[in-house]
């Protein structure tokens, strides 16, 4: 049984185009999480999701954007793509918010 | 900037031998503290999390935690080339941005036969 799940695994656009990924937890678990890990591996925490309250880092461009139907699912659209959101993005989830966390299998960006 | 400091390595250690992993956070009023094992072309596994001063012991990790040092550490017992892999220290640092945790650059691993 996968915990966390995420699609697609790969992901390889063109700038300028808007893409999704879906993230789905299993768990049970009330607070969902965005992270991004760049070319040199460091994980970075994109927003923070549960059922009444969105965090999000001042960092995140706005082009970035949470989107949850329920608890289960946390997706993140992102428009207007750049070179510069290449990465790996991983959806995590834990309870209760800030505990220990769970990472889903990642999603490779590549946009040429 | 709160921040979570390790060495990057690479740290080589010979099979069976003792690993000890170091990590130091700025931000005293942190409470959660977490150790991730990543392989390449993996996500994050979660291995170990402290919360009080002192050790906790599970298996052949030993996670240690001072406070009033700012520093946590990660022992791994009878390493095994399987141990190979880089380990991320993490922080859950209140206030530190979209209340996740804080990663540190992680320490990369090597287990010798």
């Known amino acids: 049984d996968t915990a966390v799940s995420q699609t697609p695994k790969y992901l390889v656009t063109q700038m300028g185009n808007d893409k999704s990924i879906k993230c789905e937890q299993n768990l049970g678990h009330d607070t969902m999480y965005w992270y991004k890990q760049d070319s040199k591996k460091f994980l970075k925490i994109m927003f923070s999701?549960?059922?009444?309250?969105?965090?999000i880092n001042e960092t995140v461009p706005n082009r970035f954007s949470p989107k949850s139907p329920d608890k289960a699912h946390l997706n993140l659209h992102i428009n207007s793509l750049e070179l510069g959101d290449s990465a790996v993005y991983f959806c995590?989830?834990?309870?209760?918010?800030?505990?220990?966390?769970?990472f889903g299998p990642g999603t490779r960006l590549t946009v040429t | 900037q709160k921040e979570v400091e390790q060495n990057s390595g690479p740290l080589s250690v010979p099979e069976g031998a003792i690993a000890s992993l170091n990590c130091t956070y700025s931000d005293r009023g942190s409470q959660s503290f977490f150790w991730y094992r990543q392989y390449s072309g993996k996500s994050p596994e979660l291995i170990m999390f402290?919360?009080?001063?002192g050790d906790k012991e599970d298996g052949r990790f030993t996670a240690q935690l001072n406070k009033a040092s700012q520093y946590v550490s990660l022992l791994i017992r009878d390493s095994q080339p399987s141990d190979s892999a880089t380990y991320l220290c993490?922080?859950?640092?209140?206030?530190?941005?979209?209340?996740?945790?804080?990663f540190g650059k992680g320490t990369h691993l090597i287990i010798q036969p």
């Open positions: 993490a922080v859950n640092i209140a206030g530190g941005g979209a209340d996740g945790l804080t």
């Open positions: 999701y549960n059922n009444k309250e969105l965090i």
């Open positions: 995590a989830s834990s309870q209760p918010r800030g505990g220990e966390q769970y």
């Open positions: 402290i919360y009080s001063n």
